[in-house]
């Protein structure tokens, strides 16, 4: 497995942070397959800190595909 990410963050308030974002990655040898084939996705979110940790909401496209229908991912905790 790979993967990388790099973040620009700015923060509105104390509470509340923006984040642009570009991943990159694969994960190989799944199905006897051992070629790289990394894929990425760009997009932006938003960052809550709350009292029991960050929450935060993101929208996300594909970068290297012909379908740049985007979705939206819903995560707490943060990689950092």
Known sequence: MFVTNLELRYDFTDKF?????????DAWGLRGTTEFDGKGGA?????????????????????????RDGRTYFSMGSMF
Not at 17 to 25: E, I, N
Not at 43 to 67: E, K
Request: no cysteine; net charge negative.
């Open 17 to 25: 942070t923006g984040v642009a974002f570009y991943d990159y990655g």
């Open 43 to 67: 997009g932006i979110g938003v960052l809550f800190n709350s009292p029991i940790g960050a929450i935060r909401l993101d929208y996300g496209v594909p970068m290297n595909d012909d379908n």
